[in-house]
């Protein structure tokens, strides 16, 4: 199976949180990553965690990693119009996931 | 961090030629990363470039296909030969944040392939 998997797409309306799940096969990375792809431009660093740590806050972004389960998700609160764009959950060996697509409605 | 360049940034190309894409870094690093970005599908990793060394593929791709050159510390080529229209898609150059970072990758904005 795909080392990093991801739901393809979310639907959400502006003002709601927003949560985005990620699953990985690998656990020997020190750093997991979400990035953002905003349309026609590469890929930025939106937040990363350390591999020792449950939960990460930056603002209006939670990341929760449940190490035993392998999952890491993303929560956007207080979602924006801005926020649509794709989210990539990235882990060891510089695998990504496929992008979740995160449509916000107003 | 880095500030990548990629070129061309886009170009339509006719089933059996090839394309040679530049990546240019300004700083030097180790390792740079070629990716694939297949229209909603997985951003997949091509290869790895080191310099001084051949790059070393992922499963599923080939030197043959996909030659990489890697000069010096901040430049790289990938080459997609023989093109057919499968290879359509967004090809991404990438650096890490180096030693004593978070290795987070820095990426150039695409080169975004159209085969005919």
């Known amino acids: 199976g795909e080392d990093v998997e991801q739901s393809l797409f979310l639907s959400v309306r502006e003002g709601d949180s927003s949560v985005i799940n990620c699953t990985y096969t690998d656990s020997s990375s020190t750093y997991l990553y979400w990035y953002k792809q905003e349309p026609g431009a590469g890929l930025q660093l939106l937040t990363y965690i350390f591999s020792n740590m449950d939960m990460k806050q930056d603002q209006r972004l939670t990341v929760l990693l449940n190490k035993k389960d392998k999952h890491l998700s993303l929560r956007i609160a207080d979602t924006q119009t801005g926020d649509s764009a794709i989210y990539f959950c990235a882990g060891p060996k510089s695998r990504f996931g496929a992008g979740t697509r995160l449509t916000v409605k107003p | 961090s880095a500030?990548?360049?990629?070129?061309?940034?886009?170009?339509?190309?006719?089933?059996?030629?090839?394309?040679?894409?530049?990546?240019?870094?300004?700083?030097?690093?180790?390792?740079?990363?070629?990716?694939?970005?297949?229209?909603?599908?997985?951003?997949?990793?091509?290869?790895?470039?080191?310099?001084?060394?051949?790059?070393?593929?992922?499963?599923?791709?080939?030197?043959?296909?996909?030659?990489?050159?890697?000069?010096?510390?901040?430049?790289?080529?990938?080459?997609?030969?023989?093109?057919?229209?499968?290879?359509?898609?967004?090809?991404?150059?990438?650096?890490?944040?180096?030693?004593?970072?978070?290795?987070?990758?820095?990426?150039?904005?695409?080169?975004?392939?159209?085969?005919?």
């Open chain 2, 3 to 116: 500030v990548i360049s990629q070129k061309p940034s886009r170009d339509i190309c006719q089933r059996g030629t090839s394309l040679t894409i530049q990546c240019q870094v300004d700083s030097q690093v180790t390792m740079m990363f070629w990716y694939r970005q297949q229209p909603g599908q997985s951003l997949t990793l091509i290869a790895t470039a080191n310099q001084g060394s051949e790059a070393t593929y992922e499963s599923g791709f080939v030197i043959d296909k996909f030659p990489i050159s890697r000069p010096n510390l901040t430049f790289s080529t990938l080459t997609v030969s023989n093109m057919s229209p499968e290879d359509s898609s967004i090809y991404l150059c990438s650096v890490g944040s180096g030693t004593g970072g978070t290795g987070e990758l820095f990426f150039g904005e695409g080169s975004r392939l159209t085969v005919l």
